[in-house]
């Protein structure tokens, strides 16, 4: 069997909230598992409502955060082992994208800079000739190019402009993987789409699987093979995209189906989610139970398995929808 790409297993990580006395702990991921498979690229779009644990993940990923519980192993080795673990190797393999270009970016510097020190730092390019070459086939990829880069400032672009470029610079290392969280969030709505369909291009021309981090559940089913849906820091139904949009198993996921908004929009967190107390992190039992139009005492007494329905589906439920 290939190699796994990604492997997180039962992960999670949890913050001391209110100060060193209160002794207040929050659980923003809980025992999360989730693959990425090795053999050909995918683009896992992770969604979930504002505070859901998205970027805590992503962030583990990405090795900003330890994480306090469980593993991630890249291409089968553990971060956890210093040995296998090269810092250098991981920042070609794995790359972010983050959701404010403007951030990413000095205000102070031309943009080229960042993309020829990439290329000639981490020693993708051995001569300056060399790096402009591969910057101008990266750029071009985008729907960019040098010539119109060239020694201009943030500022001189548009967000949907300098978000290209920046993932132009994340694809210079030529990545195994690209963790973008919330890309599209800051761009502007005629430019979303644009983004997200770059991602569906770039993923089999680099050979790059992506992990897609949005609150936008349209651009998420459009762009992702797979999608995993959080809820309170738990992965609570992970499936094929085209699967869970035609099928929800989870209540909460048919919950947001019925809210599929338009390209571009967000859904209701007022509507759907009006309560985002940290008490509901703790809850030991099901988190979603309390708002669940199905919930049986099963689910206010005890904490539910993931349920696997085929192969490439779970589901983290007592009572999955199944066809219906
Ligand atoms: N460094 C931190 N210290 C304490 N609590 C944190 C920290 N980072 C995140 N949290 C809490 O953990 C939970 C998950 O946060 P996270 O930022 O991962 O959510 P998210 O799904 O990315 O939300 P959003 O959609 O708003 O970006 C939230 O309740 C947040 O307040
Ligand atoms: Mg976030």
């Known amino acids: 069997m290939a190699e796994k790409l990604l492997e997180i297993k039962n992960v999670s990580k949890i913050f001391r909230i209110g100060g060193m006395l209160s002794g207040k702990k929050l659980t923003a991921v809980d025992g999360i598992s989730l693959e990425v498979d090795g053999e050909k690229p995918v683009i896992l779009s992770v969604v979930g409502e504002s505070g859901c644990g998205k970027s805590t993940l992503c962030k583990m990923i990405l090795r900003l955060y330890q994480a306090d519980e ?87 672009f548009s967000g949907g402009e300098l978000q290209r470029i920046s993932i132009a610079r994340a694809l210079i290392t030529r990545p195994k993987l690209i963790i973008a969280d919330e ?11 644009n983004i997200v369909n770059l991602f569906k291009e770039l993923k089999d021309k680099y050979n790059v699987s992506f992990i897609y981090i949005t609150h936008d559940l349209s651009t998420a089913y459009y762009v992702s093979d797979y999608i995993a849906t959080l809820y309170r820091g738990c992965l609570i139904e992970y499936g094929e995209a085209m699967d ?18 338009r390209v571009g929009d967000k859904w209701s967190e007022e509507l759907i989610l009006p309560d985002t107390e940290e008490k509901e992190y703790s809850i030991s039992y099901c988190k979603f139970a309390p708002r669940c139009p199905y919930a049986t005492d099963e689910c206010r007494n ?20 199944l066809g219906s």
């Open 70 to 156: 469980g593993e991630i192993c890249l291409s089968g080795n553990s971060y956890a082992n210093k040995k296998k673990y090269d810092p250098m190797q991981f920042r070609l393999d794995v790359q972010p994208i983050f959701q404010n270009p403007y951030e990413a970016f000095s205000a102070r510097k031309p943009v080229d800079t960042y993309l020829f020190n990439t290329a000639l730092r981490l020693g993708i390019a051995k001569t300056r000739d060399e790096a402009e070459k591969l910057i101008e086939e990266t750029l071009q990829s985008v729907g960019m190019s040098l010539a119109v880069v060239k020694g201009k400032y943030p500022a001189q």
């Open 183 to 193: 890309p599209v969030a800051a761009i502007d709505a005629s430019m979303k789409m």
């Open 244 to 261: 869970i949009m035609d099928n929800p198993a989870h209540p909460y996921t048919e919950l947001l189906m019925n809210a599929v908004p």
């Open 302 to 321: 005890k904490k539910p398995e993931m349920t696997l329905i085929n192969d490439n589906r779970k589901v983290f439920c007592f009572h999955p929808l």
